[in-house]
Nanobody, 116 residues
Framework: VQLQASGGGLVQAGGSLRLSCAAS????????VGWFRQAPGMEREFVAT????????DYADSVKGRFTISRDNAKKMVYLQMNSLKPEDTAVYSC??????????WGQGTQVTVSS
């Protein structure tokens, strides 16, 4: 199983980025997918999650109204559209997939840096 995040980069405050998570080696439509982030010296934190069908989503309070998670089960992809980025959004962003309560698979992250 592989989860590969991409799309990170350097952006000015107020800008936008779209992250992608490509999955392989699993029956993707059976898994709930989440995005997490970890800033230097900080613990990993939850950002957003999307259910199997893509109908239900949930977000951390800090990103509500600015970030949108979506998925394409046919392509085995999950996306995180990030708008109105703030310097405090700077972190390594990773995607993860779970079948049950706990996350089974984690991907390598992609760096997002927001300059002020």
């Amino acid at each position: 199983v592989q989860l590969q995040a991409s799309g990170g980069g350097l952006v000015q405050a107020g800008g936008s980025l779209r992250l992608s998570c490509a999955a392989s080696g699993l029956i993707f439509r059976n898994y709930i997918v989440g995005w997490f982030r970890q800033a230097p010296g900080m613990e990993r934190e939850f950002v957003a999650t999307i259910n199997r069908s893509g109908v239900r989503t949930d977000y951390a309070d800090s990103v509500k109204g600015r970030f949108t998670i979506s998925r394409d089960n046919a392509k085995k992809m999950v996306y995180l559209q990030m708008n109105s980025l703030k310097p405090e959004d700077t972190a390594v962003y990773s995607c993860a997939a779970r079948y049950g309560r706990d996350y089974d698979y984690w991907g390598q992250g992609t760096q997002v840096t927001v300059s002020s």
